[in-house]
């Protein structure tokens, strides 16, 4: 583990429920990486991220996002296998450097878009595939959080310094395209945007980064849609939704109710429940636990680590969220800002290394 915050505890109970052991952990000083080695029962710390990677099979980087590339890439030449937490970079440039560099050294490199592992995400994946919603007409998607809502809330990811150009878009607004186009088999080729702040100082420093951002978007097969992200929306927890509507029907999944997938149909709308008896094949074997058990979070975040050590090993499961797709969401966040900035529509860089 690389890191030893929220993320590393979280990246760490899914290694070992997948099966790894979690043998070293590396931090921004010898101290924080004692103490969080200590609180995560982690036996050994390294200086480094390159001498971490000396000594095991994966590193997994949970570290600030300015720092994600060049970790990553110091655990690729080292010769280490990688998950590294979205964003991938925090330019798309920068993600480009990180897929050359894991398709030429040969490893598996993924990056944790952890609601594809939800099964009803898949199950709805498999029935938009089916042609169960006919041709995609309009998509609607929504990140809503409100831990930055107060003027007195404050974050590393404020700091462009450390998190980044994009705070609200390239944190959350990454899982939310991911999953539209994951579930459309579809891609963004154009967007318009528009971006707020909440408060124009956070901490005594200025906010150079947005807490919301509201995007209109075109796919490539000709849908049109909207996406709102915003960190500042009251009461909202983690409410992330994505709808796709077409001519034959629409589906729509929601985060915080993960184990029911709306259906809608011109006679109607139901809900199917979570029962892998009649799930699709990939819904059912992420179904883990018997239909009226709920699954959540933690869950899909140990089915990613699952699947991404079995591709280490030589199996190539469906559906792995891999650096191509960290690349793609850093190409949708420098639209969103390039957007927002200039008040016209613009495309989406399409070219090598895009999925």
Same mark, same amino acid.
């Given at each position: 583990?690389v890191?030893?915050?929220?993320?590393?505890?979280?990246?760490?109970?899914a290694?070992?429920?997948?099966?790894?052991?979690v043998?070293?952990?590396?931090?921004?000083?010898?101290?924080?990486?004692?103490?969080?080695?200590?609180?995560?029962?982690v036996?050994?710390?390294?200086?480094?991220?390159?001498?971490?990677?000396?000594?095991?099979?994966?590193?997994?980087?949970?570290?600030?996002?300015?720092?994600?590339a060049?970790?990553?890439?110091?655990?690729i030449?080292?010769?280490a296998?990688?998950?590294c937490?979205?964003?991938?970079?925090?330019s798309?440039?920068?993600?480009?450097?990180?897929?050359?560099?894991?398709?030429?050294?040969?490893?598996?490199?993924?990056?944790?878009?952890?609601?594809r592992?939800?099964?009803?995400?898949r199950?709805?994946?498999?029935?938009?595939?089916?042609?169960?919603?006919?041709?995609?007409l309009?998509?609607?998607?929504?990140?809503?959080?409100?831990?930055?809502?107060?003027?007195g809330?404050?974050?590393?990811?404020v700091?462009?310094?450390?998190?980044?150009?994009?705070r609200?878009?390239?944190?959350?607004?990454?899982?939310?395209?991911?999953?539209?186009?994951?579930?459309?088999?579809?891609?963004?080729? #154009?967007?318009?945007a528009t971006? +707020?702040?909440?408060h124009p /100082?956070? @901490? =005594?420093?200025?906010?150079?980064?947005? $807490? &919301?951002?509201?995007?209109?978007v075109?796919t490539?097969?000709?849908?049109?849609?909207?996406?709102?992200?915003?960190?500042?929306?009251?009461?909202?927890?983690?409410?992330l939704?994505?709808e796709?509507?077409?001519?034959?029907?629409a589906?729509?999944?929601?985060?915080?109710?993960p184990?029911?997938?709306?259906?809608?149909r011109?006679?109607?709308?139901?809900?199917?429940a979570?029962?892998p008896? #009649?799930l699709?094949?990939?819904? +059912?074997r992420?179904?883990? /636990?018997? @239909? =009226?058990?709920p699954?959540?979070?933690? $869950? &899909?975040?140990?089915a990613?680590?699952?699947?991404?050590?079995?591709?280490?090993r030589?199996?190539e499961?469906?559906?792995?969220?891999?650096?191509?797709?960290?690349?793609r969401?850093?190409?949708?966040?420098?639209?969103?800002l390039?957007?927002?900035?200039?008040g016209?529509?613009?495309?989406?860089?399409h070219s090598?290394?895009?999925?």
């Amino acid at each position: 583990m690389v890191g030893g915050g929220f993320m590393a505890r979280t990246h760490a109970h899914a290694a070992r429920a997948a099966g790894a052991h979690v043998v070293a952990l590396t931090s921004s000083s010898r101290e924080s990486a004692e103490r969080a080695a200590r609180a995560l029962g982690v036996p050994e710390t390294a200086p480094d991220v390159v001498a971490l990677a000396r000594q095991v099979d994966v590193v997994h980087v949970c570290s600030p996002n300015a720092v994600h590339a060049a970790h990553a890439l110091a655990a690729i030449e080292a010769g280490a296998h990688v998950v590294c937490e979205k964003p991938l970079a925090t330019s798309a440039g920068e993600a480009a450097v990180l897929v050359r560099a894991a398709d030429e050294a040969g490893v598996t490199a993924t990056v944790p878009f952890v609601y594809r592992f939800h099964p009803m995400v898949r199950e709805a994946r498999a029935r938009v595939a089916a042609g169960a919603v006919g041709r995609l007409l309009t998509v609607r998607g929504t990140y809503l959080q409100d831990w930055m809502l107060d003027a007195g809330a404050d974050d590393w990811r404020v700091d462009p310094e450390a998190g980044g150009p994009s705070r609200a878009f390239a944190d959350i607004g990454s899982h939310l395209v991911d999953l539209l186009e994951f579930v459309a088999g579809d891609q963004v080729v #154009r967007l318009a945007a528009t971006i +707020a702040r909440a408060h124009p /100082v956070r @901490a =005594g420093r200025p906010v150079l980064t947005e $807490d &919301a951002a509201a995007v209109v978007v075109e796919t490539r097969g000709g849908a049109v849609g909207t996406l709102l992200v915003s960190q500042v929306s009251a009461g909202r927890k983690n409410a992330l939704t994505v709808e796709l509507a077409g001519t034959a029907g629409a589906v729509q999944v929601e985060q915080e109710r993960p184990d029911e997938l709306w259906l809608g149909r011109p006679e109607g709308a139901t809900v199917l429940a979570r029962d892998p008896a #009649r799930l699709s094949p990939d819904a +059912a074997r992420l179904s883990t /636990v018997p @239909a =009226g058990h709920p699954m959540g979070y933690l $869950d &899909a975040f140990e089915a990613f680590a699952r699947d991404t050590y079995a591709r280490v090993r030589g199996e190539e499961p469906d559906g792995l969220p891999r650096f191509a797709d960290g690349l793609r969401a850093a190409r949708l966040t420098d639209a969103v800002l390039r957007a927002a900035a200039s008040g016209t529509w613009v495309p989406v860089d399409h070219s090598e290394g895009a999925p």
